[in-house]
């Protein structure tokens, strides 16, 4: 019998220790050592040109055939010129930052090209000469047709030479070739293609637009259409349809008139005229009824 006020010491839980048995002791978790970058062993460098200084020194020693070069404190410039183009068929800007740009025909690539992307964009992770390389081997993309060409593409011109000797009345006096491109075409392509995906896309929405447009014409215009947002062949189509449509409606009630009259009977025009009485008073009646 327990006694108010005093502790319990018979019957008590018996721990593990007490019955022989051990607790597994928790594993201590091995402390994991700070992430450090590792120093680049001697003659090892991580980049392809460390500085614009540098780069422009080895840029000057290389043999490009048909390249331009101008190099500023700031800038160096690659262009390669072409018979019979006026503007250079490549150009390529680098920063003090050997960050790059790529024009062809003075249209700049979009910034989700390959060429950008494999490189960063930067002449720190590509020497020059590879860069210069991988350009050389894209294709120009031809674009869109001129019959595809709206308001979300661009005509992109390319000026010419004039040659005095070609030159005659029908000859135009400011001669260049034309492109009819998206605004976001990559204009640089690899492979066989003729046209970037864009451009493609472009030009197959533009198609598909216009099949919808010519189906569209081929259907009459509704009675009410406003007339001045609608096509002429359209209207025209309309009254051809209202034509054809009264022109049946009038043989089916000649059609009619000749069913009847061998059946009629001839009455009086007093019976006549108290025929139209009784229907009209009938009549009357009815819509009162109602």
Request: charge should be positive.
């Amino acid at each position: 019998m327990l006694v108010r006020g005093a502790l319990p010491s018979q019957n008590l839980p018996v721990r593990d220790s007490d019955a022989g048995f051990e607790k597994p002791k928790k594993v201590e978790r091995v402390a994991r050592s700070v992430v450090q970058d590792q120093p680049f062993a001697s003659g090892e460098n991580k980049f392809c040109y460390k500085n614009l200084k540098e780069l422009s020194t080895r840029v000057q020693k290389l043999v490009l055939k048909d390249w331009s070069l101008t190099v500023t404190d700031s800038q160096v410039r690659l262009r390669k010129l072409e018979v019979p183009y006026v503007i250079p068929t490549l150009d390529i800007e680098i920063d003090d930052s050997l960050g790059f740009t790529v024009r062809v025909f003075g249209w700049f690539l979009c910034e989700n090209h390959s060429i950008y992307k494999s490189t960063w964009r930067s002449l720190r992770n590509i020497t020059v000469s590879n860069l210069i390389k991988e350009i050389e081997q894209l294709a120009l993309c031809i674009g869109h047709t001129e019959s595809a060409f709206s308001g979300d593409c661009l005509r992109h011109v390319l000026p010419m030479e004039i040659d005095s000797f070609d030159q005659n009345e029908f000859s135009s006096p400011f001669p260049s070739k034309e492109y009819y491109r998206a605004k976001d075409c990559e204009i640089l392509i690899l492979g066989s293609k003729h046209n970037c995906n864009i451009c493609v896309e472009k030009e197959f929405n533009k198609q598909q637009a216009m099949k919808r447009r010519q189906a569209r014409q081929l259907v009459p215009a509704k009675p009410k259409a406003p007339v001045s947002l609608t096509s002429p062949q359209r209207i025209k189509l309309a009254l051809q349809t209202q034509r054809l449509q009264c022109k049946q409606l009038q043989s089916e009630i000649k059609q009619m008139k000749l069913e009847i009259e061998p059946q009629s009977i001839g009455v009086t025009q007093d019976l006549s005229h108290d025929l139209l009485s009784i229907i009209s008073t009938s009549g009357e009646y009815n819509l009162n009824k109602r």
